[in-house]
């Protein structure tokens, strides 16, 4: 049984500084920075090596849910350290941790939301299930695969393509929508609804 006053951890994965800022790997960085817009928060510097906000989603009273809104600034393949930190620290169960991130086997466009799974070649989940197992919510971001004969790290680090970044805004938006959802709501709710 949860206890109900520990909080959600929601960790947008993505790598720190601002020539990482527009790569198809920091959405995970995009949808947290919209969800930390909406709860009305700035992100602080946190002593597990992330930027942290806490607050509330929801509407104001009893639907409302604690979170705290993550970006690991270890850079991507060192995820688990600042991710495993932030659990301790707040205290959170692993069934209240949400793990948002850019997937290659799903087309751009396309979310699914899970509990628990593989990695999947992910250097952020790989890193994170090590450190804690691979027991918590992925809201998986789709981003399709390289064209060509393009390199996957290649493909990853690159900036979204003009085509893609005129529906971005409502992608990370629809993406937010599906981490609320999840927390206020439950997994199946949520799947049933962005797991198009």
Avoid at 103 to 126: F, S, V
């Amino acid at each position: 049984m949860t206890d109900d006053s520990s909080p959600w951890l929601v960790v947008g994965l993505g790598n720190p500084g601002a020539e990482y800022a527009g790569n198809r790997h920091n959405v995970g960085f995009m949808v947290a920075d919209l969800l930390a817009e909406r709860m009305g928060g700035r992100f602080k510097a946190h002593k597990a090596r992330a930027q942290v906000v806490e607050g509330r989603l929801g509407a104001p009273g009893v639907s409302s849910r604690r979170v705290v809104v993550a970006k690991p600034m270890s850079f991507m393949n060192l995820s688990g350290g600042p991710t495993v930190a932030l659990r301790d620290f707040y205290k959170v169960p692993v069934e209240r941790i949400v793990v948002v991130h850019d997937e290659l086997d799903i087309d751009y466009g396309t979310l699914r939301l899970k509990l628990g799974g593989g990695d999947n070649g992910h250097n952020g989940l790989k890193s994170i299930t090590k450190a804690m197992g691979p027991a918590y919510h992925r809201v998986r971001f789709g981003i399709g695969r390289p064209p060509g004969r393009m390199q996957v790290a290649d493909f990853v680090l690159k900036d979204f393509s003009s085509t893609e970044r005129k529906e971005l805004d409502y992608q990370v938006d629809r993406a937010a929508d599906a981490v609320e959802a999840l927390v206020l709501e439950g997994l199946e709710r949520a799947q049933s609804t962005y797991n198009s």
